[in-house]
């Protein structure tokens, strides 16, 4: 049995990022950008710019897998369902079923009798799967076209495609629930069968809580070949089993380095192996969407307002160059105009008042002509270390604390002051926010420093 599908999650169609409607439309861009995939029909962009993207594994697949979150949240507006239905219509009349699971975004609230995504089931675009709990345990039924609901859909003989909502906290015990139910499920001889739901995996995002450990989705390793998540927007693939595509638009600017993400094209071959498995990924897209980039500006050295202005302006300017050459050669994946955000990281050594960030707003706006540009301040005051007190403050005793501890490791105490100030200086990162490119380059000017003697 031979098949082909595309897997995608995390379209959050609706978000209105930064208060941008170009943002909002960028969302439904990435989402027909997917369909493109999916139909091997490419749609204009809005300036009459055809874009394919991974051109030598072009579609029609025989299903898409929609592993939840197509909405950003559950009271969508008009304009979010319709650009919802128009690009799900395009795989309906392709004759390409949509199976899809409920994410967190789009839960149904509590009063509702629908959500959205019933609403597009009985539309008959999507396929919207989940289990009915009885006395305990799951039921899986399969699914009911007059009823619209089911806990399994085939959409090609020896293909299975079973899916969950979205359980958050208690999602590890509906695991083990739904490999019991599976347990009791006979799977034909040469059957190929999918797992669809919307969960993360502990481990993968380090700031994000909330997965399950790997060891706890194995429960249903001896029922399914392939699972397919969504709900972490970063990109993974485990064990050649769980796979998670990762979000086609970034939601926030920290996703824009996970290329290549968006959707997984994946080839099904029960007859012969692929690396020992009944699949192999045969693309993993990264769709056109807008380009994001973040920088970090270190002020140390400089030495006055005007040389401040004076160092940031020649710094904005080689980087929007250098975007502008780098987006030339990237075929277009990329589309202008940019955001940006500028983290200002340091000691700045002069009066905060006199810092003017709305003009240095300015000059990124000037050199880089973005949709968006952001300037954060992050910067520590030239008088980090003076205090005048008779009894020692909190900050006091927090750096005699750490230059103490220091000063008792003799791989540091020779410097155990330097050490204690960059141990500081990370720790105010930290805490307001910083990106960790931010932070890295200033743990790296003060081993400079230390390297150097300097302390």
């Not at 997917?34 to 579609?59: E, H, S």
């Not at 009798?113 to 345990?137: E, P, R, S, Y």
Request: aromatic fraction near 10%; proline fraction near 5%.
């Amino acid at each position: 049995m031979n098949a082909r599908f595309l897997h995608c999650a995390d379209l959050h169609l609706g978000y209105l990022q930064y208060g941008q409607t170009a943002r909002f439309n960028d969302f439904a861009a990435a989402f027909n950008a997917v369909i493109d995939k999916a139909t091997g029909v490419y749609q204009p962009r809005p300036n009459g710019q055809v874009l394919p993207f991974d051109a030598a594994i072009d579609g029609p697949v025989d299903f898409v897998i929609l592993a939840g979150d197509l909405f950003h949240k559950r009271s969508i507006d008009a304009l979010t369902l319709n650009q919802a239905m128009r690009a799900l219509r395009r795989l309906r009349d392709a004759g390409i079923p949509c199976i899809a699971v409920e994410g967190n975004h789009e839960r149904t609230y509590y009063e509702d009798t629908i959500g959205w995504m019933k609403f597009l089931a009985l539309q008959d675009l999507i396929i919207l799967l989940d289990a009915d709990v009885k006395d305990g345990a799951f039921d899986l039924q399969p699914w009911d076209a007059k009823r619209r609901q089911g806990s399994y859909y085939e959409p090609k003989p020896g293909v299975r495609v079973y899916g969950l909502r979205y359980y958050g906290a208690s999602t590890a015990a509906a695991l083990n629930l739904y490999a019991a139910a599976l347990a009791a499920v006979p799977k034909p001889d040469g059957a190929y069968t999918i797992f669809v739901t919307h969960a993360g995996v502990e481990g993968e995002m380090d700031e994000k809580a909330g997965g399950v450990a790997f060891r706890q989705w194995t429960a249903l390793r001896d029922h399914v070949d392939y699972v397919a998540l969504g709900h972490f927007h970063k990109p993974f693939i485990l064990d050649h089993w769980i796979h998670n595509p990762g979000s086609p638009e970034a939601c926030s600017i920290s996703e824009a380095a996970w290329t290549p993400r968006g959707y997984l094209m994946v080839d099904v071959d029960t007859e012969r192996t692929f690396e020992n498995d009944k699949h192999h990924v045969a693309a993993q897209g990264n769709p056109p969407r807008r380009c994001f980039r973040q920088y970090s500006f270190k002020t140390d050295h400089t030495t006055s307002p005007e040389d401040l202005m004076a160092q940031i302006t020649a710094y904005i300017e080689r980087k929007a160059r250098d975007l502008a050459v780098e987006l030339r050669g990237a075929g277009g994946l990329e589309t202008t105009p940019p955001v940006i955000e500028l983290y200002l990281t340091g000691v700045l050594p002069f009066d905060r008042r006199a810092l003017d960030v709305v003009a240095i707003e300015e000059v990124v706006r000037t050199a880089f002509q973005p949709l968006v540009a952001q300037v954060k301040s992050l910067l520590q005051s030239a008088d980090f270390m003076i205090e005048s007190s008779d009894a020692p403050t909190r900050t006091e005793l927090e750096q005699r604390v750490l230059a103490g501890l220091f000063a008792r490791d003799a791989r540091f105490a020779a410097q155990n002051t330097r050490w204690m100030q960059a141990a500081l200086a990370l720790k105010q990162l930290a805490l307001t926010g910083a990106p960790p490119d931010a932070i890295l380059s200033e743990l790296d000017g003060h081993l400079d420093a230390i390297e150097a003697g300097d302390g």
